[in-house]
């Protein structure tokens, strides 16, 4: 996570908008690394077939 976000930190347009799908525990990474929870003004869905 740390080579992704510097990257995205060098390379990202302003106004950019970057997301990821975190199953939990893993959110807690992500917030380490400046991700916020998108709720309630956005949701990721996802559909399961089996």
Known sequence: MSEVTA???RHATKGAYVS???DVPADRLYR???FEYGAPASVGMY???D
Do not use: E, P, S
């Open 32 to 34: 380490q690394f400046g």
């Open 20 to 22: 990821l799908m975190a």
């Open 47 to 49: 559909k399961k077939y």
């Open 7 to 9: 990257y995205l930190d």
